[in-house]
């Protein structure tokens, strides 16, 4: 029996959906608006394909969903938990408090509400002050009426056991409905980047919850009793419950999803791929086949967080971006968005789209209507796009040689054929559906990224450690036992520390667990 697949991804202007079977072969897609309660627009999207591809609902095996469900949310400080902070490392982190550097808005969206308590380690595991339990109950009493917590200790990648007894206690003051969210299991070494990271977490819960319910729902209106996944951050997959978990890891899914969709549709391993949506286009480096992961901390609704995401870089360009003829001619960043065929000329609407300028050049044929438009206007306008997307294909190579670049997304239209800096421009089959493509091919994957002192163990048994962890962390998140492999190891000498101390980061990725 052949296992069906469904994978789609939920942009901000279209929902993507394809079929594929167990050898990869595509078998149905579409492109359908993104519906404002999201819900909708999903199954619309998989009615077109499940009927196009004349694939039943009882034969899906697996659904996957790549969503921008917690992006918005902390992009529109709509729908956030409040969130008790909590920092282990008094008297020695006292300088700054939490939250410090974030916008007020979005600190006043999940309640402002930070403490700074006893306990912490240094960076060889040695304690740097002992936990203070009975003010850590006290604290929780305090935070009582909020809806999750944010639990980070300093140096809590080397050892996490305070933060495992802060949690202990929080369980036993609370409950166990209440969610807690704790920095080891989310951000790497840096602590206010790790906060951040944690903070955000929890302030996501419930979204996730709400967006997971949605998918659930949605799959159970059309009788689908399939294996559901959501995409992570770094290409790969995870479970429902572990996204619900850390639905942080979900805000750069959609990228993601484009750079794997459009190494395995144009078997390019290593380049620079191009997604050019409806309202943005995300400019990323695949490696070997995966997103380059960001290698400095990565500002989410301007804050600073250090958890794994992958190297783009976003620019306000896309088949919805508005065109602006007064004075020099500018495409973008405001966007029409999902509201593309109302306002849109090409739709009969009064916006002067990247789209219109496209129709009217006769390049696609979309729309009741073709705007009457200067050929200049078109001409300067594309020469605005093929700018900024060279400018940023040269920001994303790390030489000044030329590499592949991929072209993939429903905007693609829009940047042309030849690029500076490129040895080859590809846009390969199915381009308008990469990111569900992306989602639909995607592992699972784990990873762990710790410091190690070898004064206490050997360089192989610290690797060892991280490998098992790693390859734990893909189980939890829904991978199949006997598949998991190692795909990345990376060891670092820290030797500005004493102790001689290494950091080591490992990704293991294994196929669905059936």
């Known amino acids: 029996m052949t296992d069906y697949r469904i994978g789609i991804d939920v942009g901000g202007t279209n929902t993507d959906a394809v079929v594929m079977n167990s050898d990869d072969d595509l078998l149905a897609k579409t492109k359908t ?17 499940l009927d196009d591809s004349g694939v039943s609902e009882d034969e899906l095996e697996y659904v996957m969903l790549g969503t921008t469900h917690a992006t918005n949310a902390i992009t529109e400080r709509r729908g956030l938990n409040e969130v008790g902070v909590i920092r282990i490392g008094a008297p020695a982190t006292q300088s700054i408090r939490p939250l410090l550097e974030w916008p007020d808005d979005l600190a006043d969206a999940i309640g402002n509400n930070v403490a700074i308590l006893d306990g912490g380690h240094e960076f060889d595991g040695r304690t740097l002050n002992d936990l203070d339990e009975e003010e850590i109950r006290e604290q ?7 809806d999750a917590f944010a639990v980070t200790s300093v140096f809590s990648p080397v050892r996490d056991d305070h933060e495992k007894r802060v949690t202990e206690i929080i369980r036993e003051e609370v409950g166990d409905d209440v969610p807690v969210s704790v920095s080891n299991e989310i951000g790497s070494v840096g602590l206010l980047e790790r906060e951040n990271a944690t903070a955000l977490n929890a302030a996501l819960t419930n979204v996730a919850e709400e ?48 750079v794997r969709g459009a190494a395995y549709l144009s078997e390019v391993e290593n380049g620079i791929i191009v997604d050019v949506g409806g309202t943005t286009t995300d400019v990323g480096a ?17 804050v600073k967080t250090n958890f794994r995401m992958p190297d783009i870089i976003a620019i306000g360009i896309g088949g919805g971006s508005i065109v602006s003829t007064d ?17 849109a000329k090409c739709f009969g609407g009064e916006v002067l789209t990247a789209t219109d300028l496209e129709v ?15 050929q200049t206007v078109v001409e300067a306008a594309r020469e605005y796009v093929r700018e900024r997307v060279e400018r940023e294909v040269d ?50 994957s784990g990873e762990v990224d710790r410091i190690y002192s070898l004064d206490e163990m050997s360089r192989e048994e610290a690797i060892q450690s991280a490998k098992d962890e790693a390859t734990d962390n893909a189980l939890a998140a829904g991978a199949d036992e006997d598949s998991v492999d190692i795909v990345d190891v990376e060891e670092v000498p820290l030797s500005y520390l004493p102790g001689n101390a290494v950091r080591i980061k490992v990704k293991a990725a294994g196929a669905l667990d059936h």
């Open 33 to 49: 608006p993104t519906t404002e309660d999201i819900t909708t627009g999903i199954l619309n999207a998989l009615d077109v394909v």
């Open 140 to 146: 929780v009493r305090e935070f009582a009426d909020v």
């Open 211 to 258: 967006a997971a319910t949605a998918f659930v729902d949605a799959m159970d209106e059309r009788g689908i009793d399939a294996n559901l996944y959501f995409g992570q951050n770094d290409g790969t997959l995870m479970s429902v419950d572990y996204a619900i978990r850390y639905p942080i890891f979900t805000v750069a899914s959609g990228p993601s999803n484009s």
């Open 286 to 302: 695949v490696t070997e086949g995966f997103p380059r992961e960001s290698s400095v901390a990565v500002e989410i609704g301007e």
């Open 327 to 343: 004075g020099d001619v500018t495409v973008g960043p405001q966007s029409v968005g999902y509201k593309l065929t109302e306002k």
């Open 360 to 374: 009217a050049a006769g390049t696609i044929d979309i729309g009741p209507e073709t705007p009457d438009v200067d």
């Open 395 to 444: 920001r994303m190579k790390t030489s000044a040689d030329p590499v592949p670049v991929v072209i993939v997304g429903g905007g693609s239209i829009l940047v042309p054929d030849e690029i500076e800096g490129a040895s080859e421009v590809y846009k390969p089959d199915h381009y308008e559906v990469a990111n569900a493509v992306g989602v639909a091919i995607a592992q699972v």
